[in-house]
């Protein structure tokens, strides 16, 4: 099994917040925290720093005229 160096993990700490790394990747990067106690502080302040923007986020619903104008530029011609 291939392990990360702490470069190779901090370059994928991002997508590995966000669960976007392949089986393999997710793997090397479970070994790697797993023994790294740098990497695994940082991937979880990096997880709770992602928890603390979902909660406060506010969301808006697009206006219909551009849900409307997007859905027209995409449309393509038959």
Known sequence: MTTFTCDEALALMSAAVDGELSYEEQEAFDQHILWCLSCAREYQEAK???????????????????????????????
Not at 55 to 76: D, V
Request: hydrophobic letters at 30%.
């Open 48 to 78: 709770k720093t992602k928890s603390i923007i979902r909660e406060k986020i506010t969301r808006f619903k697009a206006p219909q005229s551009l849900i409307n104008s997007i859905l027209r530029l995409t449309e393509t011609p038959s």
